[in-house]
């Protein structure tokens, strides 16, 4: 079979939020690119994932020309709840901030992108099998993968890695220089999404000794909500009336009374892990969003993370085509990681003190609600959660 020959100077793996971006804020540099994505475009946008945009996510996605619906159709928030032993208390992040998150569903994100893609004739294949990196030493690199029955090589300057957790990029960074940090955390998130009015106008985070509950949202008539699972748990041990139950039980009780019920429209099961890899570039090889580096959702951080990733990478391509300059790409890596560690302490710490489970010591749990309730009280201590929430500066 004839190998179909193209070239592109920025060629990127995975169609997904960080890929989508990436050739969005390039292409409107008249930088070239060509995405592959692995699965097809039905499939990528029925994806349920992230809720939460931090206030940068905001600027970013608005500058890339595609913030239109966030502002029009998404939810600005201005603070959440945490509850502990059934009392809540709010986190107010416009007062101790300035700033607010936008409740906007990752789905949408997504859609924005593709349509503002389509509208500047992006190159994009999918379905891709059999991806494969090479010549990362030379000016010259090579993808080469099959779609739709044919095989095709594309000859690129650089490569952005931006294939997510199960991607093959990541493989291509020599095992003698990758390191990786994992957490992982002995616990599931089991999240639905209902047609029901959500329990309340903000988030809430709840700590409860039977385990971690979120309620969460996508819009008035569409909520999101998450109880924390073992591992062990399936979707079939938690039909939808179970779910009510339990998540009813680790609300604070007035969000239990007024809880509105109805038939899930989707079901899903996460396992928390936390994962680092160190560096996110090699030779011609630049890695973002969940290549690199998955968090706990507890935090609200991997979007975000993948975004701030495509701000510094953007950057360093638009340095780099249009002052010569390969200084920003060559501290892609240090400059990206150092925002992705800043972040790592909060989601780990979020995760930590609003989870509970067996394998918590008694004295864990009472340090845990001690901490709650020292953080109740203490505008100073709230005014550190809020500035991570919202999201550090890039
Ligand atoms: P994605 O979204 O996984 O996209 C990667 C794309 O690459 C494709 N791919 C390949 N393409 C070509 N060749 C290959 N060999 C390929 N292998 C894979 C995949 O098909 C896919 O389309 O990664 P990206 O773009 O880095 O985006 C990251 C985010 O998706 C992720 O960090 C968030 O969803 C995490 N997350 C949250 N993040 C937040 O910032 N705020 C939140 O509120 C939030 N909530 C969540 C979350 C993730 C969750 N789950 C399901 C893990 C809630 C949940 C439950
Ligand atoms: C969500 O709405 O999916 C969501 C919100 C906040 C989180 C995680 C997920 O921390």
């Not at 159709?73 to 300035?98: M, Q, V, Y």
């Not at 093959?168 to 020599?174: C, E, G, L, Q, T």
């Not at 988030?203 to 971690?212: C, K, P």
């Not at 969000?255 to 899930?264: A, F, H, I, P, V």
Request: hydrophobic letters at 35%; glycine letters at 6%.
């Amino acid at each position: 079979m004839k190998t179909k020959k193209l070239h592109t100077q920025v060629a990127i793996i995975g169609g997904g939020p960080a890929g989508l971006l990436l050739s969005q804020i390039l292409m409107r540099q008249n930088i070239e690119t060509i995405i592959i994505e692995a699965q097809s475009r039905e499939y990528v946008l029925k994806r349920i994932r992230a809720g939460v945009l931090e206030h940068g996510s905001v600027e970013l996605l608005k500058n890339a020309g595609v913030g239109e619906r966030i502002i029009t159709d998404g939810i600005k928030h201005d603070g959440f709840l945490i509850s502990s032993e059934n009392k809540s208390f709010r986190i107010d992040l416009s007062a101790a901030t300035g700033k607010s998150v936008y409740v906007y569903g990752q789905t949408e994100i997504t859609i924005d992108l593709y349509k503002a893609q389509d509208k500047m004739k992006a190159t994009i294949f999918h379905c891709v099998k059999d991806v494969n990196i090479s010549d990362l030493n030379s000016n010259k690199s090579k993808v080469q993968f099959n779609c739709s029955k044919e095989n095709y090589e594309i000859t690129c300057d650089y490569i952005a890695g931006c294939d997510g957790s199960m991607g093959i990029s990541k493989n291509y960074i020599p095992k003698k220089i990758k390191k990786s940090h994992i957490i992982n955390y002995p616990f599931s998130w089991l999240g639905i999404l209902s047609n029901t009015k959500p329990v309340n106008d903000e988030l809430i985070y709840a700590s409860h000794e039977r385990g971690f509950a979120l309620a969460s949202m996508r819009n008035e008539n569409l909520s999101r909500y998450y109880i924390q699972t073992p591992h062990t748990d399936k979707i079939e041990h938690w039909p939808d009336e179970l779910f009510w139950e339990e998540l009813c039980i680790r609300l604070p009780k007035p969000y239990c009374r007024t809880l509105e019920r109805g038939k899930s429209i989707e079901k899903s099961v996460t396992k928390l892990r936390s994962l680092i890899l160190e560096p996110m570039q090699w030779k011609n090889l630049f890695l973002a969003g969940d290549a690199a580096h998955i968090m706990p959702p507890t935090g609200a951080k991997g979007l975000n993370l993948a975004f701030s990733d495509i701000f510094y990478l953007s950057q360093g391509f638009i340095s780099y085509y249009k002052k010569g300059s390969s200084t920003k790409l060559n501290n892609y890596s240090k400059v990206a990681l150092k925002r992705v560690w800043k972040t790592v302490g909060f989601s780990k710490w979020m995760t930590s003190i609003l989870h509970n489970s067996n394998e918590n010591s008694l004295i864990e749990r009472n340090l845990n609600k001690l901490e709650l309730a020292e953080l109740k009280k203490s505008e100073k201590a709230q005014k550190l959660v809020a500035e991570q929430y919202v999201g550090v500066a890039y």
